[in-house]
């Protein structure tokens, strides 16, 4: 249970209080529907376009195509505890406005782009917009709705919302790459971040958090820089060498800069992060398995991506079919993800989410890599998409319903970071941990065919991912076939790594969450603490 400290470490009083909460009105939920669907449309379109930015960007490696993610999800890992401050602070409706404002600019960078970097600096903003919607939305009807009920059922079409995002953004990245121009996806998301903008400053309603929260520089930087440096070194790990001394030292700075953040977070004032909340079991459990979990995820739809468009070279509109089994079925499984949420302990939501995920991929990892028929993703991505429906509104719930209303902003941040570290650490880990055993198995390969003796030397300093996709009149070419079979094996990989990962997630919740009573106790003392709810602010 947790109970609240001071910056001494000894009990303090009771939470203040809000002077500005309101209760959500239609208006407002739209634009949070909108919003929060619209910045995860941002963050997934990239990511169904690798094959595409092969093609026209021409990346030197293959973490170069790792990174155009990675910087729309690093600043969203980064500074969503920071955003969350700032709209207890200044008001969740300025933050709305100035989100899709920032979204607007980075995607206009991006639909301009002429080269790599120009689409690094556009990710990077774009990720900045997203950072600011994805806490404020939750924020808001967080601290909006009056019942747990109620909330419930808000988290549950806040979870199905995203989801639409991920439904969206392939058929939006295939039919743009397919039919036309894949720089019009960019530019149809400026359009709906502009939109977006108007609608939020026109009709939302402002709600605030103040009391006891403050910027807390010292812990922003520590946690940004930790969170680069880990990123930086799972990335260019496979191609530095991960003995090389750039990585070692980047992974040392990551270690002892979180280290950092906990004291830092344990000895000032008002902290961006509480970590005495972490005392309260329920809310330390689900935001463990909320990072793992979510890394399960984004590391399916990296791996797919990958597997279709650069290893099959298949088209981004095929390459959305797999997308939209993974994420366009959130929100027609929403009525009965609502109905479970309020009837079944959060355990077995969660558990048999996970479970299904783990299976679908387990499932993916074994399929052969000339099956490249849609009917065969059907059941291994549509096992993984119906899983992720039923962690990902539960998962919120469990963090965001532990904490006092008081803290719903915190809360809100704290579920945005976690889920969306385990979003970034996806794509980093598992393309590291594949692109090396790929060019393992590659060099091998190629050391064992006498055949491709005189292409060799050429082959290995290109890599698997470049031998896999030169023109045929490149000589090295004919080392193509060598590529797939190790592009394969090590992707194959990567699925059963994220399958474990999906299963220990499944075995600690169902085992180490606790049953209804015990959440109903823990939530019945949190609020106890917390005193009554404030009065709406007129």
Not at 65 to 87: K, Q
Not at 223 to 251: K, N, R
Not at 294 to 312: N, P
Not at 315 to 344: D, N, W
Request: aromatic share 8%; net charge neutral; hydrophobic share 55%.
């Amino acid at each position: 249970m947790s109970i609240p400290l001071s910056a001494a470490g000894t009990p303090s009083a009771a939470p203040r209080r809000s002077t500005a909460h309101t209760s959500l009105n239609a208006a407002t939920i739209v634009a949070v529907g909108f919003a929060v669907c619209l910045a995860q449309i941002g963050l997934a379109v990239p990511a169904t376009l690798n094959g595409t930015f092969q093609t026209v960007l021409h990346p030197t490696g293959a973490s170069q195509l790792d990174w155009i993610s990675d910087c729309t999800l690093l600043p969203i890992a980064a500074l969503e505890l920071t955003f969350g401050v700032l709209g207890d602070l200044f008001g969740r409706k300025k933050l709305l406005v100035g989100g899709a404002r920032l979204l607007l600019v980075g995607e206009i960078i991006s639909g301009t782009t002429t080269g790599i970097a120009q689409m690094y600096v556009g990710q990077i903003i774009a990720g900045l917009g997203s950072a600011t919607l994805f806490p404020t939305t939750l924020a808001i009807i967080a601290s909006g709705s009056r019942t747990h009920a109620s909330r419930a059922r808000m988290i549950a079409l806040w979870a199905a919302l995203l989801s639409t995002g991920n439904f969206i953004a392939p058929m939006l990245g295939g039919l743009t790459a397919t039919y036309g121009s894949w720089r019009t996806a960019f530019w149809i998301i400026a359009g709906l971040a502009a939109a977006d903008a108007v609608f939020s400053y026109s009709f939302a309603t402002d709600s605030r958090s103040p009391e006891g929260r403050s910027l807390d520089v010292p812990g922003q930087v520590t946690i940004g820089v930790a969170l680069f440096a880990l990123l930086y070194a799972v990335i260019e790990g496979p191609t530095a060498g991960w003995g090389s001394p750039v990585i070692i030292a980047s992974f040392a700075v990551a270690a002892a800069l979180l280290v950092a953040f906990v004291v830092i977070e344990t000895r000032v004032a008002d902290p961006l992060l509480r970590m005495d909340l972490f005392r309260n079991r329920a809310f330390a459990l689900a935001s463990a398995v909320t990072v793992l979990g979510m890394f399960s995820f984004l590391g399916t739809a990296y791996a797919i991506s990958i597997r279709m468009e650069v290893i099959q070279h298949q088209s981004a509109m095929r390459t959305a079919f797999a997308f939209i089994l993974l994420s366009g079925l959130t929100i027609f499984l929403l009525p009965l993800t609502s109905f479970m949420m309020a009837r079944y302990q959060a355990r077995w939501i969660l558990g048999g989410g996970f479970l299904l995920m783990a299976v679908g991929q387990f499932l993916a990892s074994a399929l052969p890599i000339t099956r490249t028929s849609l009917p065969s993703l059907i059941l291994p991505m549509g096992l993984v998409g119906v899983g992720f429906s039923f962690a990902v509104s539960s998962v919120t719930a469990t963090v965001v319903n532990t904490v006092p209303k008081t803290l719903a902003g915190m809360a809100a941040a704290t579920t945005s970071m976690v889920r969306d570290f385990g979003f970034a650490m996806g794509p980093a880990l598992i393309g590291a941990i594949a692109l090396s055993r790929a060019a393992g198995r590659f060099h091998s390969d190629l050391a064992g065919d006498t055949a491709l003796a005189p292409v060799r030397k050429a082959a290995e300093e290109a890599g698997p991912v470049a031998s896999n996709s030169v023109p045929p009149d490149v000589p090295f070419s004919k080392a193509a076939p060598v590529a797939v079979k190790a592009l394969d094996h090590g992707y194959s990989l990567g699925f059963l790594i994220v399958g474990i990962a999906a299963l220990v997630c499944c075995v600690v919740t169902v085992a180490a969450l606790g049953g209804k009573k015990e959440q109903e106790a823990e939530v019945a003392m949190i609020e106890a603490e917390a005193g009554p709810e404030p009065e709406p602010a007129a």
